[in-house]
């Protein structure tokens, strides 16, 4: 098998013998249908906004950096969805912001969750994007693990 990239259709038509690997794939383009039902309100918001793309992925590769009325729609957004992937999504998506914004989303994200995907994603973007009106909250991470993970972070950006 190359690298190349293979669409779902692709590979499941490669797998029609495999019932296992069928059945995987399934599984993969409706958890894609489902994410793309889930985010089509929050895409159509920011495509208003300026932002180009089908997908907030697709609007960080083409879109980036954030205007500030994109980011203030992702902010808002964040709070809205329960899934800690789709939350994913949206705090990565804030690494791409032009300028400084409040980070009490991240922050509030970054508390109410045990996911460590979420809280390792959310750490990235604070020192991707180092938002401001957190710094008391960031200088109690000091001496733990999340202060000494945002602490690497930093250095490596």
Not at 29 to 51: H, I
Request: charged share 25%.
């Amino acid at each position: 098998m190359t690298n190349d990239y293979k669409s779902i259709a692709q590979q499941m038509a490669e797998t029609e013998i495999n019932p296992v690997a069928r059945a995987k794939w399934i599984k993969i383009a409706a958890a894609e249908k489902k994410y793309e039902r889930l985010f089509a309100p929050l895409v159509e918001r920011l495509q208003t906004l300026g932002a180009k793309g089908a997908s907030v992925q697709e609007m960080v590769q083409n879109s980036a950096p954030f205007s500030a009325d994109v980011v203030e729609t992702l902010l808002d957004a964040l709070p809205t969805f329960s899934d800690d992937r789709a939350k994913e999504t949206i705090v990565r998506s804030l690494g791409a912001a032009a300028a400084p914004y409040n980070g009490k989303a991240l922050k509030e994200c970054y508390e109410s969750t045990d996911d460590e995907a979420l809280k390792w994603a959310t750490l990235n973007t604070i020192a991707l994007a180092k938002p401001h009106s957190i710094e008391k909250w960031l200088l109690s991470l000091r001496g733990t693990y999340a202060g000494d993970t945002l602490r690497k972070l930093s250095r490596s950006k």
